[in-house]
């Protein structure tokens, strides 16, 4: 009994040298709870969501500013201030602060808006 704390007292304070038959067993000791635990223990480590525009940006240099185009479906609003502030919550995120000087609503054949067209530049 008292050889079986000495074995284990010396893989506490890894005391075998490289090469030996102990050193090998608790490096395979090791591996084994580096490869097999994540299978049988959840750590809940999964990595925070996102939520990402469902539309794409597009984004074209205009002299001191930018134009962006920015699909109808990402701005809720009807008034002239709703969708104002919902063309800066999609623009912001990506051009940082900005000032909206105007935008227009680009309508397709049967007149619903499926675009607007913002004109900004940066404070």
Do not use: C
């Not at 090469?19 to 580096?34: C, E, K």
């Not at 002299?63 to 920015?70: A, E, N, P, S, T």
Request: zero cysteines.
């Amino acid at each position: 009994m008292k050889k079986a704390w000495q074995t284990i007292r010396s893989y506490i304070w890894w005391t075998h040298p490289r090469g030996n038959v102990h050193y090998d067993i608790m490096v395979t000791l090791i591996l084994l709870f580096i490869f097999v635990t994540p299978h049988y223990v959840n750590f809940n480590d999964k990595p925070a969501e996102r939520q990402p525009h469902f539309t794409a940006v597009q984004v074209s240099p205009d002299g001191d500013g930018f134009v962006y185009r920015i699909d109808a479906r990402a701005v809720q609003g009807s008034s002239d201030a709703e969708i104002r502030s919902g063309l800066l919550r999609v623009i912001e995120p990506i051009a940082g602060e900005v000032v909206l000087n105007r935008y227009e609503a680009v309508p397709d054949l049967s007149g619903k808006i499926v675009v607007y067209m913002a004109w900004v530049r940066r404070r």
